[in-house]
């Protein structure tokens, strides 16, 4: 077993408490006022994780006008029913779900 001196990791260690302290380790995501003057959207792509999506469906509803859509992506297909799941509870329909090499893509409407 090769071991690293603790000090090797110490720039590692620095830069992650850079980030940590930074403005833009937590985006304002939907909530940012240019975005928010701006809104109601009629389409919104998103391909990030599906843990940052789920948290999203509710700040997405108000931020899509009704019959307005979300087009989510950046989700292996066993990750997209969780995803689904919560823009429906949200108030989305499913209007699409287009599979491909164990990636999916869901086109959801906003009632």
Do not use: C, K
Not at 43 to 51: C, D, F, G, Q, S
Request: hydrophobic fraction near 45%.
């Amino acid at each position: 077993m090769i071991r690293s001196p603790p000090r090797s990791h110490a720039p590692t260690r620095a830069s992650t408490e850079r980030v940590a302290a930074s403005p833009f380790s937590r985006p304002p995501g939907l909530a940012h006022p240019r975005l928010r003057r701006a809104q109601p959207f009629d389409l919104v792509l998103a391909n990030i994780l599906p843990r940052p999506l789920v948290r999203l469906a509710t700040p997405m509803r108000r931020a899509i006008a009704a019959g307005g859509f979300a087009v989510l992506s950046g989700l292996l297909n066993h990750q997209a029913r969780e995803v689904a799941m919560a823009y429906r509870a949200a108030g989305f329909r499913l209007a699409g779900w287009e599979r491909r090499a164990g990636w999916s893509i869901l086109t959801l409407q906003r009632a």
